[in-house]
């Protein structure tokens, strides 16, 4: 089966400026999570959906990052303005099951660099 | 507040050594533990998943530890190889959350 696709693979841009990452989870996956993961650090959670529907975001910072996960399939990732420290790699990853993260598949995640 | 810590965090061995890579864990109410992979420009993939109530888990050269009341894992792996060389990460899934805390990882370099 094909995996998680994300795109694009690298994103160079300047700081306030705005840019949105797209995701394509496994086919019949109901959960959907996007991961933030710093340089050196390992990936945080910023918010699963379940379906369509959040399920959590509190590690999203809500005053410059939004996503949305239309009709609960595909979704998207996007920050306005953009900070430096917003610089990392954004990881798709979806799970077959509602309720169980145990099994998680990862995209090849997208690499921001913020200038 | 759960908190995942790994040591080393750069590991160097020659190919066929056996080695150790450490987990450690701050909060003991562990529903489960996962060690995954991450190759360079690539997502993470599962290697091992432990449940709360089980000491090890085993596939093929690699073998898990868990230690819930000293809050530590191991990962193990046997006769290394030079495709070995990634970047390990555990993770730890609370009693009282849905989804994971992970540890900064540990990037291994296997020298042919």
């Known amino acids: 089966e094909a995996g998680v696709a994300q795109s694009p693979r690298y994103k160079i841009i300047e700081k306030r400026q705005s840019v949105a990452f797209w995701c394509n989870p496994i086919?019949?996956?109901?959960?959907l999570y996007w991961y933030q993961q710093i340089l050196g650090q390992g990936p945080k959670l910023l918010i699963q959906?379940?379906?369509?529907?959040?399920?959590?975001d509190s590690q999203l910072p809500k005053d410059r990052f939004s996503a949305e996960r239309l009709k609960g399939v595909d979704s998207t990732l996007k920050i306005q303005p953009a900070k430096l420290e917003d610089s990392a790699v954004y990881l798709c990853?979806?799970?077959?099951?509602?309720?169980?993260?145990?099994?998680?598949?990862f995209g090849p995640g997208t690499r921001l660099t913020v200038l | 507040k759960q908190e995942v810590t790994q040591i080393p965090a750069a590991l160097s061995v020659p190919e066929g050594e056996n080695l150790v890579l450490n987990c450690s864990f701050t909060?003991?109410?562990?529903?489960?533990l996962q060690w995954f992979r991450q190759d360079p420009g690539k997502g993470l993939t599962s290697l091992l998943l432990i449940q709360s109530s089980q000491r090890e888990q085993t596939s093929g050269r690699l073998n898990a530890s868990l230690d819930k009341s000293s809050g530590r894992s191991t990962l193990y792996i046997a006769a290394s190889q030079p495709g070995d060389s990634a970047t390990y990460l555990c993770a730890v899934r609370t009693n009282y959350g849905q989804n994971f805390v992970f540890g900064p990882g540990t990037r291994l370099s296997v020298l042919p």
């Open positions: 086919s019949g996956h109901a959960t």
């Open positions: 959906f379940q379906n369509n529907g959040v399920v959590d």
């Open positions: 909060d003991s109410a562990i529903y489960n």
């Open positions: 990853a979806s799970s077959p099951l509602a309720g169980a993260p145990d099994t998680q598949y």
